[in-house]
């Protein structure tokens, strides 16, 4: 460990004073990651309709970006070490997909609502524009242009103690409220938008913008 800026904070700058400070996982912690997918990972993927993908580009740039389609839809498991993830509609800046073409490493992290555990799959992943797989993964009529062809080379399940913390899926402790609606949020971040406040809200009404999910 070493002492940083004013000395207001210690900085942990080798693994050694990491270790020295949160101690050694047990075995089980250490041991649990698998090089292929099992029957419980499979069920896992089938059950969730949204995960986060973690990229970073040739300098470690990192970017965290979330997928999501109907559960049984998210993800095609192609074989125990294969996985396909489609893109769908956006706003086309394909920060994760940039990253991809010069690093290929990326880490996945699965979700089913109302469950603290979550899947975690790493691997090496390719873009891949066209596929015979393609057609199993269309949604509401829409068949993907672009697809994420992971090779799973680390796969685990993880704790629950995040969720629990964060009290994430307990209904009492949301307030989607406590903060601005969406368009305000724009007019503060983003260069001037030439709609008027009623059009902004008329156009993020969840029945208006859902119309652009698959197409």
């Given at each position: 460990?070493?002492?940083?800026?004013?000395?207001?904070?210690?900085?942990?700058?080798?693994?050694?004073?990491?270790?020295?400070?949160?101690?050694?996982?047990?075995?089980?912690?250490?041991?649990?990651?698998?090089?292929?997918?099992?029957?419980?990972?499979?069920?896992?993927?089938?059950?969730?309709?949204?995960?986060?993908?973690?990229?970073?580009d040739a300098?470690?740039?990192?970017?965290?970006?979330?997928?999501?389609?109907?559960?049984?839809?998210?993800?095609?498991?192609?074989?125990?070490?294969?996985i396909a993830?489609?893109?769908?509609?956006?706003?086309?800046?394909?920060?994760?997909?940039?990253?991809?073409?010069?690093?290929?490493?990326?880490?996945?992290?699965?979700?089913?609502?109302?469950?603290?555990?979550?899947?975690?799959?790493?691997?090496?992943?390719?873009?891949?524009?066209?596929?015979?797989?393609?057609?199993?993964?269309?949604?509401?009529?829409?068949?993907?242009?672009?697809?994420?062809?992971?090779?799973?080379?680390?796969?685990?399940?993880?704790?629950?103690?995040?969720?629990?913390?964060?009290?994430?899926?307990?209904?009492?402790?949301?307030?989607?409220?406590?903060?601005?609606?969406?368009?305000?949020?724009?007019?503060?971040?983003?260069?001037?938008?030439?709609?008027?406040?009623?059009?902004?809200?008329?156009?993020?009404?969840?029945?208006?913008?859902?119309?652009?999910?698959?197409?």
């Amino acid at each position: 460990m070493s002492a940083t800026g004013t000395g207001s904070w210690t900085e942990i700058d080798t693994v050694e004073g990491l270790v020295a400070l949160l101690g050694e996982p047990n075995a089980r912690a250490r041991d649990k990651g698998r090089p292929a997918l099992v029957d419980a990972d499979r069920a896992w993927l089938a059950a969730s309709p949204f995960c986060m993908m973690a990229t970073a580009d040739a300098e470690g740039r990192c970017d965290a970006s979330p997928k999501g389609d109907p559960a049984g839809q998210l993800v095609h498991v192609i074989d125990d070490r294969t996985i396909a993830i489609a893109e769908r509609p956006g706003n086309r800046r394909a920060d994760g997909y940039r990253n991809i073409l010069t690093n290929p490493h990326v880490g996945l992290n699965f979700f089913i609502p109302g469950r603290g555990d979550t899947l975690r799959v790493n691997g090496r992943a390719r873009l891949v524009a066209d596929a015979p797989f393609f057609d199993l993964m269309v949604v509401k009529g829409h068949r993907p242009l672009l697809a994420i062809l992971v090779d799973v080379e680390e796969v685990f399940f993880h704790c629950a103690k995040a969720f629990m913390r964060s009290g994430l899926w307990q209904p009492e402790t949301w307030d989607p409220t406590g903060l601005v609606p969406r368009r305000a949020i724009l007019a503060q971040v983003v260069e001037p938008d030439d709609r008027t406040l009623t059009e902004l809200d008329e156009y993020y009404r969840p029945e208006n913008y859902g119309l652009g999910l698959y197409r």
